[in-house]
Structure formats: structure tokens, C-alpha cells
């Protein structure tokens, strides 16, 4: 990894590429010397001196070795990164994390929690794969049911749901604060306050809200919140972060002992970051731009609404630095082409990746546009410029007649047998209420 001058310089190699973005084009993506990147939700650009660190470091380690480097690293690998993630995240110091990345660490504490045959585990529908692949593996081990929160018409969470069905019985509840699919705000403090008395273990995912907007696990009152560290915090890749409550950490730290580390290039990087968005925000506390660019949120989403044919992905009274949207008759993934061809980078956003969300909107696919804290006005209009002639070019195109094809006739298909009946469900016992949740042994 070579250090460039600029985090300019750095965005235009990295994300201005057709190889890093797929495209078929073999021309610089950018030709107005700079390329929009509304992608910080994916991957934010490091600033200049976090990507020179990472860079030294990496370097160091190659001519020295990695022991030589942990032991260069010492104070800031196991302090000084802890205590600018407990002052991030409004928690003690000793009861932060560093991991690889947040699901990886929310797959790790579940893998250790033993809920009672039938007890109840609460999640959302804009919760991430990853995290459903993991409650749903602990459905299947302990015989526990998973229960998906209601919506309200506006696409909120149905809080007045949450206080009737409460009780003891819950053990988990999973919540996402922002998710990647689209920009809501799910209101975590106030879930919290509904879940303080009780004993479930509240988790909470900050991966997409942790660096643009605050966050404060200790008014959120969770047990456990996670994120990625290469988001809108712009950091390295493969480091994120957790904080356990302090009964959790010894069932983390056991199932975490056998996951891999980050790299402490990494873990430097991460810290560097901290302390430049910690000095970010001192110097603008309530800037009309925010941390992560959301005073140009309202312009991001003109742009769009601007483009013929394109409908808004918005659920939710609240809303982040991340716009979703689509087009009613061009793929997500020609749209995200032809724009990182002209030098504006956006990602397209599947289905599969919160699959109890997108689909219920009626889309399989979107795109997904963030912001940042080095996004200008100036990016916003040319993104909107650049949108407006895509779908124009590629709406023209295909309504231009094409020769007919003459196509074999298909072969007749097999008659599919009737799937068996499926029995109705009954009412399901409840265990009597208890105060704790088991956790596994360790082994």
C-alpha cells in the first residue's frame, strides 16, 4: 500500500477504477478531476494521514515483522484505542472491543446464548443476513422462536407492539440502527427504555449510524452494540468494535478466542480514525453539515426526485445520511454502471442482504447513495446531472426497435406435485419467567 497526498488522490485511485468497480471500461471513470463518491456507507475514503499510518505500519511490519510492530503498538493496541472507543461510544474503556467486523462479533456472543426451549427472540425487519443467519442458527440449536417486531404504516418500528408483548419470556432483541438497505432511524433509546426491565440481552447494531450520527450505548442502555470501523468512521478494512456488557464479556471473550484478529495495522488505523473524527466534530460540533454530511441530505434527495421515473426507497419519519431509490424500468445495476463510468460511485443494494426489508417494498434491487463529510454541493449536483443523462441515454436506447429473434419452442415442464398440507399451529407454551439468561458453558 503506497501513501498518496490526498484523500482526493486516494478516492480517484481507488474508487475511479473500473477494476475496484467492475465496469467495462478501460478510461479514467473521472472526468472532471474528481470522482463523487456517495459510497461512505460501503467504504469511506481515510483521510490523508490515517491512510499514511496504515501504509508505514504495513510497511514496518513487512521489513520487521508483525511482532516487532505489536510491540511498537503496544500502548496503542491495548489502551489508547479502547479509550477512544469508550469515549466514542459513552462507555467505559474496559468494556470495549476490537474485532474484525460487527456481524462476525454479534455471531460470536449469540453463538453463546442458551435461551429456554419456546422462549422468544425478537428482531426487525430491516435486519442485515448476517445477523438473521445467526439468530436463525440459534432458533434451530436451542428450539427458541424468532419474531419479527411489526411496522406501522410509515415504516416505524410499531413501539406500542413492543410494550404489549414484552415479558420475561423475551431473551434476545436484536435491532438494527441503521440499516444498509435504506436510510431510517430506528429509535434505539426509546426501545431501550421498554426493555430496561426486563432480562433480555439487547443488542444493537451501529455499523451504518457509528461516525455520522451519535451514538451512546449507555443512554441506548444495550448489552451489546457493534460496528464496522470502514464505514463513516473511515478507517481500514477487516477492524470493527463492540461493547459487552460486563456479564457478556466472558461468554464473548470465549467464543471470540477462537475467531481471527485484526490485523494491528488495522486496530492503528482504526485508532487514527477515532482521533480524527473526534477532532472533526470538535471543531464542528453542530455544523449545518454534520459529521457525515446530512445538511445535504435534503439536495441528495432532490437530485433523485428530480430524474424521470425514479422512485424513493424512504421508509420511516427519520432519516440518515443514506438515500435508497430505484428505477421503475432500468436495473439498479445498469444505472450503478453507467454512473461510475462518468465518475460518480454509488452502490447497488440486493434483496438478499435485508431480506425482510427490500422485498416487501416491491423491489429486489436498489441503489444506495451516502453521504460523507468531504461530499460538497458540488458532488451533489453533478450526481443529479449525471443521473438525469444515464436514465435519459438508456431510456432512449431501449425504446429503440430491435430486430425480432426466433427463439426453439420450450420444452413442456414436469407437473409439480402438490406440497403437503401444513398443519395449523397451536398455541405454544410459555417457560415461567426468569430473571437471567443462561449462557453456555464454556467447553
Not at 238 to 250: E, H, K, Q, S, T
Not at 273 to 293: F, I, S
Not at 341 to 370: D, Y
Request: proline share 9%.
Amino acid at each position: 500500500m503506497n501513501a498518496t497526498p490526498s484523500s482526493t488522490d486516494h478516492r480517484d485511485h481507488t474508487y475511479g477504477t473500473d477494476h475496484a468497480y467492475g465496469t467495462d471500461r478501460t478510461e479514467p471513470a473521472d472526468q472532471e478531476g474528481r470522482t463523487v463518491h456517495l459510497d461512505t456507507a460501503g467504504w469511506g475514503a481515510m483521510p490523508a494521514a490515517v491512510r499514511a499510518l496504515v501504509a508505514d505500519c504495513a510497511s514496518r511490519e513487512d521489513r520487521y515483522g508483525p511482532h516487532e510492530l505489536e510491540e511498537d503498538l503496544e500502548d496503542v493496541l491495548r489502551t489508547e484505542v479502547h479509550e477512544r472507543l469508550g469515549a466514542l461510544l459513552g462507555v467505559p474503556a474496559a468494556d470495549t472491543a476490537v474485532v474484525t467486523d460487527a456481524a462476525g462479533a454479534f455471531d460470536a456472543l449469540v453463538s453463546r446464548l442458551a435461551p429456554g426451549r419456546g422462549e422468544r427472540v425478537w428482531t426487525t425487519p430491516y435486519e442485515s443476513a448476517a445477523r438473521l443467519t445467526a439468530l436463525y442458527a440459534l432458533r434451530d440449536r436451542t428450539r427458541c422462536t424468532v419474531e419479527v417486531v411489526p411496522l406501522r404504516e410509515d415504516g416505524d418500528l410499531d413501539l406500542e407492539w413492543m410494550v404489549r408483548h414484552i415479558d420475561d419470556d423475551v431473551a434476545l432483541v436484536s435491532v438494527v440502527h441503521v440499516p444498509s438497505g435504506c436510510g431510517i432511524v430506528n429509535p434505539v433509546e426509546e426501545i431501550g427504555q421498554i426493555l430496561a426491565p426486563y432480562r433480555c440481552v439487547y443488542a444493537v447494531d451501529a455499523s451504518y449510524s457509528v461516525g455520522q450520527l451519535p451514538v451512546d450505548a449507555g443512554r441506548i442502555g444495550c448489552q451489546l452494540l457493534t460496528g464496522d470501523g470502514w464505514r463513516f468512521l473511515r478507517g481500514p478494512y477487516a477492524v470493527g468494535f463492540a461493547f459487552l456488557a460486563p456479564r457478556l464479556r466472558a461468554a464473548f471473550e470465549d467464543a471470540a478466542a477462537h475467531r481471527p484478529l485484526p490485523p494491528n495495522a488495522a486496530v492503528a488505523g482504526l485508532n487514527a480514525a477515532l482521533a480524527h473524527h473526534t477532532a472533526t466534530a470538535t471543531a464542528t460540533p453542530d455544523g449545518p453539515d454534520g459529521p457525515a454530511g446530512q445538511g445535504l441530505l435534503p439536495a441528495l434527495r432532490a437530485a433523485v426526485e428530480e430524474c424521470p421515473g425514479t422512485e424513493l426507497i424512504t421508509p420511516g419519519r427519520v432519516q440518515s445520511a443514506i438515500l435508497a431509490f430505484r428505477h421503475r424500468d432500468l436495473s439498479a445495476a445498469l444505472v450503478r454502471r453507467r454512473l461510475a463510468a462518468r465518475g460518480v460511485v454509488l452502490w447497488k443494494t440486493v434483496a438478499q442482504e435485508t431480506p425482510l426489508h427490500l422485498p416487501r417494498s416491491g423491489a429486489t434491487t436498489a441503489l444506495r447513495a451516502s453521504l460523507g463529510p468531504d461530499t460538497t454541493p458540488q458532488d451533489i449536483a453533478r450526481f443529479g446531472r449525471v443521473l438525469r443523462e444515464v436514465v435519459r441515454e438508456e431510456t432512449a436506447g431501449a425504446q429503440r426497435p430491435r430486430p425480432a429473434r426466433t427463439l426453439p419452442p420450450a420444452p413442456t415442464p414436469a407437473l409439480a406435485s402438490a406440497p403437503a398440507p401444513v398443519p395449523p399451529a397451536g398455541p405454544r407454551p410459555r417457560p415461567s419467567a426468569r430473571r437471567h439468561l443462561t449462557l453456555c458453558p464454556t467447553p
